[in-house]
């Protein structure tokens, strides 16, 4: 892999004292917009912690952000930061918070309509220009990730497919080989339904998987996590064996394709906060580690070995809406760059 530099200045502070801190990370001189929702950091005297950090900074306010943000409430931000010469966006709030602010922050200096970035495959160049820069450093371009399931994040397989027709298009144009695939459910590859109505059959992803790559090019990443199907930690055959049943069989054997394992992995502990349980520990993140690394070795049923990619190596304390609060807890190491992992992690081929 050749050197190359990736500068991507958002960060994140988390936890009980980090308020104070903030002047630690706001450039002195920079005009600061503060965003917040509904009014509840005046409730909880956040605002005024914020403010006492900031003592000396110029600072604009704009709140209302919804906690599904509308367009033009980000656009009414984007005129006040135009107007007010702002250069710095500090998020006060949750994820819609967040979430909004890193729209306002792309939106600011985007020639042509902001609403691209996120309806007609904005990113998508993006992507493929930070490729064309360093072509040698990128295996392949993902369309998507989980699209196929149900919920504030689902989009229709066939809209993630014409998509990909995009990106394949502007992939040629710039003249780029480059493997082109998409991440999905496990159960989004299941033809049978048997998986549930957790997500959608993602029929059209698999046929562009295959249609839009050259043989021995031609992947799909499923995530699949035996935890959320009542695995054990140290045993997750039955799991793995009723997954390749229900996804990863069609997508090998009717489509072609090779299958990759996008995320798998155990969380360390649950209630929003890492709390440890006699399920969600370090102990048992570490014996299905091991576990795991056995099977996508081909130590299966089908003795065959899987690429795969371990969810995740650190921690987000951020991620506050997954089933039994373990969102926050899936990482090898603790957040914020630790460098000590939670457990040793056993040699690697």
Request: charged share 20%; aromatic share 10%.
């Amino acid at each position: 892999m050749e050197n190359f530099e990736f500068y991507n200045p958002v960060r994140i502070l988390f936890g009980k004292g980090t308020i104070d801190e903030l002047s630690k990370h706001v450039p002195e001189g920079k005009k600061v917009l503060i965003t917040y929702g509904g009014g509840s950091i005046f409730k909880n005297s956040v605002y005024d912690k914020v403010i006492k950090a900031l003592k000396g900074y110029s600072i604009v306010e704009f709140g209302g952000i919804e906690p599904n943000p509308l367009h033009e409430t980000c656009m009414k931000a984007v005129e006040l930061i135009k107007k007010e010469n702002v250069d710095f966006i500090l998020a006060v709030g949750g994820g819609s918070v967040i979430d909004a602010s890193k729209y306002i922050a792309a939106a600011i200096n985007f020639k042509g309509d902001p609403w691209d970035i996120m309806d007609k495959g904005a990113e998508i160049d993006i992507a493929i220009a930070a490729i064309k820069a360093h072509p040698s450093s990128v295996m392949c371009l993902v369309i998507g990730n989980e699209t196929d399931r149900y919920g504030p994040g689902f989009v229709d397989p066939s809209v993630v497919a014409g998509y990909m027709d995009y990106a394949h298009s502007k992939l040629n144009a710039e003249g780029l080989l480059l493997s082109l695939t998409s991440c999905i459910t496990g159960g989004g590859a299941d033809s049978t339904g048997g998986s549930g109505a957790a997500q959608v059959y993602a029929r059209p992803i698999l046929q562009k998987c295959k249609e839009l790559n050259k043989p021995h090019h031609q992947v799909i990443l499923l995530n699949i996590y035996p935890y959320y199907g009542n695995g054990q930690a140290g045993n997750i055959a039955d799991n793995m064996k009723w997954s390749y049943e229900h996804g990863m069989n069609n997508a090998e054997n009717n489509f072609g394709l090779e299958v990759m394992i996008g995320e798998i992995g155990w969380p360390t502990g649950t209630n929003n906060n890492g709390t440890s349980t006699s399920r969600e520990n370090v102990a048992n993140a570490e014996t299905n580690f091991k576990t795991t690394l056995k099977w996508v070795d081909g130590e299966n049923y089908l003795n065959q070995a899987y690429n795969s990619f371990w969810f995740e190596m650190f921690d987000e304390p951020w991620k506050t809406n997954e089933p039994n609060g373990v969102g926050p807890s899936w990482g090898i190491y603790e957040a914020n760059g630790a460098t000590t992992p939670k457990f040793t992690i056993p040699p690697l081929q």
